[in-house]
């Protein structure tokens, strides 16, 4: 005795077309953003910020939740590690990766050049005034005190998750 058929197909095919559909909607979850990874493992972020100027000028990835994206351009994102808090921005060049708004919350993995870069109190002032602007927050320059020394990926590639 065969299935009855619903709505033309019998019961297999449609249990075989709902495997599909789901398997679909589990890889559409993933997003791959600029060149495909090239480092077989993701390091902390906190081991990274550990050791900055052993990472300096290498090709380093890591892994972490999406806690803030450049709202105008999606140049940057910023991931932290949720079991220590540490966070590292990835940078991108405008338009060569366009980090999707609603990544904030999802997991990522990064992967590019760490670098330093060295601002006085005025380009630093003018890069977070630029960075409210952008993102349309306040900002008050006198949180500003000195030169500043930032530590960023400068992104070749990224994967965004659910």
């Avoid at 065969?2 to 077309?17: A, K, V």
């Avoid at 559409?28 to 081991?47: D, F, R």
Wanted: aromatic share 6%; proline share 5%.
């Amino acid at each position: 005795m065969q299935p009855e058929p619903i709505f033309g197909y019998p019961t297999i095919m449609r249990s075989l077309f709902a495997v599909v559909l789901l398997s679909v909607s589990v890889f559409a979850a993933v997003l791959n953003l600029g060149k495909p990874l090239t480092v077989k493992e993701p390091m902390s972020v906190q081991k990274l910020m550990a050791a900055k100027e052993q990472y300096l000028g290498k090709t380093v990835q890591v892994k972490g939740t999406v806690t803030d994206v450049c709202r105008r351009m999606g140049c940057w994102m910023e991931l932290v590690e949720s079991s220590t808090g540490v966070r590292v921005k990835i940078k991108v060049e405008d338009g060569v990766i366009v980090f999707p708004k609603d990544s904030v919350g999802k997991t990522a993995i990064a992967e590019g050049v760490f670098s330093k870069l060295e601002m006085t109190r005025e380009e630093a002032v003018a890069q977070a005034q630029h960075e409210a602007e952008a993102n349309k927050r306040k900002f008050d320059p006198a949180t500003i005190k000195g030169p500043v020394t930032f530590y960023q990926i400068q992104g070749t590639g990224a994967v965004v998750t659910e």
